[in-house]
């Protein structure tokens, strides 16, 4: 349309106007595509993260907008894998696990009677890695480390027959019939020649170094975002800064998420 920046459809009955952002993760804002590319940049970038008040500063909104505006960029973040297994041409592959979770001296005293409600690993969130030696990582949140969570998930993302290590947990047993299988006892030792996990401790450590030092307090409800994010900039540290914001970009097609859904009001049928 000549006197604004909009299209309008073509056909007789709708004549419907649209704008650039219609079918993208931008879709019913009011923020320009001025503010919008900034962020979608730091996020990308920020080796830590950067967290929603940094983004509320640096663009001159607030900050339950810039929240908003953080999520809706790690969905354009997220591997969609296509179907596509690690290790299908002879890469070898890494499995972990960790648990994520603040730490209770770090929380005001209202946080912690609310989160924490036992000792250990209770009322942490359980996370597992599969990273592809000179490739990509993928993470996701599981429900638990037993057995039945932890080797679907191996099967669902490694192509059978590759070299496969992990450490020493039970719950890996039994899939030496499938893989390569190799074990790595961490209360005896960390490496042994080519069996180790130390490529998915990296990034472990640089997850849990954005979520304590950037984020502080991650609610499980939205881990697995975070999981997207942090996976996204791993798989691109070769790439450049415009390469890495390149990359996201291509992602924002086809992807939108609702305030109410991520902050569990959106109604259900």
Same mark, same amino acid.
């Given at each position: 349309m000549e006197n604004q920046k909009r299209w309008q459809c073509g056909s007789h009955h709708s004549k419907r106007q649209f704008s650039a952002k219609v079918g993208t993760i931008f879709e019913d804002s009011p923020l320009g595509l001025d503010k919008w590319l900034v962020a979608m940049w730091l996020v990308a970038n920020c080796k830590n993260g950067i967290s929603s008040c940094e983004i509320a500063r640096a663009l001159g909104i607030t900050q339950k907008t810039a929240w908003f505006m953080d999520h809706r960029i790690r969905l354009s973040m997220q591997d969609d894998f296509f179907g596509k297994k690690l290790g299908d041409n002879g890469e070898e592959i890494e499995v972990d696990e960790s648990f994520i979770g603040g730490k209770a001296r770090n929380m005001h005293v209202s946080e912690r009677k609310r989160r924490?409600? #036992?000792t250990g690993t209770k009322d942490k969130t359980a996370v597992m890695g599969i990273l592809e030696? #000179? =490739?990509? *990582?993928?993470a996701t949140v599981v429900p638990n480390r037993r057995k039945s969570a932890l080797q679907t998930e191996v099967r669902k993302h490694v192509e059978a027959g590759a070299a496969l290590y992990t450490d020493a947990l039970l719950s890996?047993? =039994?899939?030496? =019939?499938?893989?390569?299988?190799? *074990?790595?006892?961490?209360?005896?030792?960390?490496?042994d020649g080519r069996v180790h996990t130390n490529g998915l401790e990296t990034f472990w450590s640089l997850l849990k170094r954005g979520i304590s030092g950037t984020y502080v307090s991650v609610e499980p409800f939205h881990l697995y975002r975070y999981l997207d994010e942090q996976a996204f900039r791993f798989n691109n540290r070769k790439a450049t800064d415009a390469d890495r914001f390149n990359m996201a970009l291509l992602g924002i097609v086809g992807k939108r998420v609702t305030y109410e859904k991520l902050t569990g009001k959106e109604a259900t049928a």
């Open positions: 924490i409600t #036992g030696r #000179g =490739g990509r *990582v993928r890996y047993e =039994g899939l030496a =019939g499938d893989y390569a299988h190799q *074990v790595i006892d961490h209360a005896v030792k960390y490496v």
